[in-house]
């Protein structure tokens, strides 16, 4: 019997030892990053060139994955298809392990189970769903699992019953961010995030009406909680002033930590000028979208002013790209602080609200060109205006 090949033996029989998507650097978590964009959304042509034309030679190991799938962008765009579209939902048993965990909107759903019904209900209530890829970012290998920030826009009109009312026949457009980690054909971890309170507002309902009712339902004691300071303010010391490496070449995950924290802890909101382009292009939730960094740093002062205590923490981050071609990047973050200012949910409360979003990012020649930027508003507004 002949000796088991190592999963580095596979990949160079596979071809994708030499392969120019080979992964040059890791993150702190020890994540590789692709080095180019030889294998992306954009390499492919797009969704439409990918789904009429995938392939069928491999363009790097995936070790357990269906032979169909070329790489990690092709399996990403094809069982979203596959089970959106054409209505497939049962394969989710085969795309997604059997405990998955999956944080969306509502909170960590545990199990395969919860993901096919919750697909029913939305397919259900969208019957002509579609979901086009905008952009996927993707990180690691076959061995450790591929991460993947899948940016989707979603359109489909609503004739029949979804969580939020009966049916309306209003055509929807929205957005969403999907943070996947897979492995052997399978999606183990996913945080899902859809610009929700665009889609209320899109169906017709009353946002902060419902955001009370919502609230009303969720599990009581949020508010007693224990709320100890960020970590932002440790005791009475000031929050660190981050300085750029002295390291040579642009260090990626050094830049966005530095300039997340100096920005949003230490609201140093003059480091906008240095870390964005003049041109900066912003998408957000609920429709937000804007061009130029004063406006970026006017929607920045806008948040902190309804939380002055607002701690920011970066939970996961990626990247693919060179210094030549420029870089994407994914962060997962996670906001905690009280709503104690005025702003555009009304008179402040006291109330605590802890949220998280995703945010992805261009990055040219050293500075972001580029940023869409994802969290679920609809459940921050739950947080104030319950009863």
Known sequence: MADKQSPAD?????????SPSDAVSAGRAGIMMPSDFSISLAAKGGTDNLLLNPGDERRQSMRGFEDAYVDIIDYIVRITHRIWEEKDIGYIYDTYRHNSRVYDDYGLQYGSEKIVADTVHTINAFPDIRLYADEIIWAGDDVSGFHTSHRTVISGRNTGFSRYGPPTGKKVLLWCI?????????????????????????????????????????????????????????GQVKPAYLLPSNAKGFDVEEFIRRSY???????????????????LQFTGSTGRAFSGRGDYQSYILSILAM?????????????????????LAAVRWSIAGSHRGNGIYGQP???????????????????????????????????????
């Open 178 to 234: 999907a943070n996947c980690v897979s492995l052997e054909n399978e999606i183990f971890n996913e945080w899902v995030i859809y610009d929700t309170a665009s889609l209320i507002r899109q169906l017709g309902f009353d946002l902060r009406e419902l955001a009370r009712d919502f609230g009303n339902m969720m599990e009581r004691g949020a508010d007693s909680e224990a709320a100890g300071e960020g970590e932002r303010l440790p």
């Open 349 to 387: 409360t006291g109330r605590t609200i802890k949220m998280w979003g995703i945010s992805q990012h261009r990055i040219v020649d050293g500075a972001i060109a580029a940023e869409w930027m994802l969290f679920n508003e609809f459940a921050v507004m739950q947080q104030i205006f319950r009863d």
């Open 10 to 18: 596979e990949r160079e029989a596979n071809g994708s030892r030499n």
């Open 261 to 279: 924290h100096n920005i949003w802890n230490r609201r140093m909101l003059n480091e906008v000028m240095r870390a964005y382009h003049p041109a």
């Open 307 to 327: 939380f002055p205590d607002l701690a920011l923490t970066i939970d996961d981050i990626y990247w693919m790209g060179n210094d030549d071609e420029g870089y």
